[in-house]
């Protein structure tokens, strides 16, 4: 296993598109995070799963976007009618849910909307 | 919500010097860590850390968790120590991240 992949690395939309980024976890994990990250701030907290349950959910996620991970294996994150205020690196991670906890972090989807 | 307070907000050191850089959180956590961002934004785990004092090579934390604050020390820094360090923790699954600390290492 060679970690957090999220696929695709770079994606460039035209506003009012819709768009999907993908995470395969490490395989072992059973919580999957999704973050959003602008230039100059710390990570912010999107949502969680616990294997296919989404357990929490920030007030940043707007009705336009939409995660899922339905088999408790990989996620997808969904942004409908992008607007330009939606470009950020996206940023998924995992962890295991007792013991060490400690969470890993893939290389991060950057989202440009024009 | 938790919130995390890293300082200083920004660091400039000649190369060799030694730092410190802290961390405070508004609430218990049972769930800390440190990170470093490359300039290609991937964080790499630095330590995980919710009590006590980890070292590892020139870096070492120490979490003092009942004041709910961690420290992390860089000695010897070097230019490739140069980025943004983060510190995040939580309670109930999630990580909240402060804002980072940006470091500059010059040769």
């Known amino acids: 296993d060679t970690g957090v992949s999220q696929n695709p690395r770079h994606k460039i939309t035209k506003r009012g598109q819709n768009v999907t980024f993908r995470c395969d976890p490490i395989?072992?994990?059973?919580?999957l995070y999704w973050y959003r990250q602008t230039l100059g701030q710390g990570p912010e907290f999107l949502t969680y799963?616990?294997?296919?349950?989404?357990?929490?959910k920030s007030r940043l996620l707007s009705d336009r976007f939409s995660a899922e991970r339905p088999k408790g294996s990989f996620s997808t994150l969904e942004i409908q009618r992008t607007e330009q205020g939606d470009s950020a690196m996206y940023l998924c991670?995992?962890?295991?849910?007792?013991?060490?906890?400690?969470?890993?972090f893939g290389q991060g989807t950057r989202l440009t909307v024009v | 919500g938790i919130q995390v307070e890293q300082s200083p907000p920004d660091l400039i050191l000649q190369e060799g010097a030694n730092s410190t850089l802290r961390c405070n959180f508004s609430?218990?956590?049972?769930?800390l860590q440190w990170f470093h961002q490359n300039p290609w934004g991937q964080l790499i785990n630095l330590f995980y850390?919710?009590?006590g004092t980890k070292q590892n090579g020139r870096l070492s934390a120490t979490t003092v968790a009942t004041e709910r604050y961690s420290l992390l020390y860089i000695s010897s820094s070097q230019t490739t120590d140069s980025g943004v360090y983060f510190c995040?923790?939580?309670?109930?699954?999630?990580?909240?991240f402060g804002k980072g600390t940006k470091l500059s290492v010059k040769p």
């Open positions: 395989s072992e994990h059973n919580r």
């Open positions: 850390i919710p009590s």
């Open positions: 799963f616990q294997n296919e349950a989404q357990l929490e």
């Open positions: 995040a923790g939580g309670s109930q699954g999630n990580l909240i």
């Open positions: 991670a995992s962890s295991l849910d007792r013991g060490n906890t400690e969470a890993f």
């Open positions: 609430d218990s956590v049972n769930n």
